[in-house]
């Protein structure tokens, strides 16, 4: 779990008068890097995550964001109902997905870019969608390309044009859907909720 402290509060709540006083006496926040990956599912299919490094003082905002299936989540328990189970999420932050075979996986570095705090903040954020997960269908990278464009960050068009069953990143021209509210988390296997960032 991310950490609290009065940058989160400065990032989080820029709109509130009594915040907008502190953040005109502050110094301005440091930029994160970031890294957008793959590595080899199958074939050419090629799973996308995203490495974030953020300085101090907000280097809580960085490491690893991967969406996945919710069998692969930690705490995740199938609910009764049949409709409800295996929907795409985030992967919880302790854990990293792996190649089936490692050693052909092929890590590869698609794009590199420069985020403010607030997207970083934004990027971090614990997500269920209510589209259930499909090899072939809305996946992770339908979830990376969603969270990233909502972030303000364009992909490569070549990425997205590379999508289809037969691509490289099979999933990506799918969007992922809507997003599962925190109060309903629990009706679809999680029953702890998402994790949430302090504010």
Excluded at 117 to 130: G, I, M, N, S, V
Aim: with cysteine; charged share 25%; glycine share 8%.
């Amino acid at each position: 779990m991310l950490g609290g402290g009065i940058w989160l509060a400065t990032i989080s709540c820029s709109g509130s008068p009594s915040v907008q006083k502190h953040e005109d006496s502050a110094p301005p926040l440091p930029p994160c890097t970031a890294e957008l990956r793959s590595w080899v599912v199958a074939g050419r299919g090629r799973h996308l995550y995203l490495d974030l490094d953020c300085p101090e003082p907000i280097t809580e905002l960085s490491g690893r964001v991967e969406y996945t299936e919710s069998r692969l989540r930690r705490g995740y328990v199938p609910p009764s109902d049949p409709q409800k189970v295996n929907r795409l999420v985030r992967l919880d932050r302790a854990s990293i997905l792996r190649p089936p075979i490692e050693r052909l996986a092929q890590d590869r570095l698609e794009q590199r870019f420069e985020l403010s705090a607030k997207q970083a903040l934004f990027l971090q954020r614990d997500r269920l969608f209510l589209v259930r997960y499909q090899l072939l269908g809305p996946n992770s990278n339908s979830a990376m390309r969603s969270v990233l464009e909502a972030a303000g960050i364009q992909l490569n068009p070549k990425m997205i044009a590379s999508g289809g069953p037969l691509g490289s990143f099979p999933g990506i021209q799918l969007p992922a859907g809507e997003e599962v509210p925190p109060s309903r988390w629990a009706e679809f296997g999680f029953l702890e909720g998402p994790i949430t960032i302090p504010e």
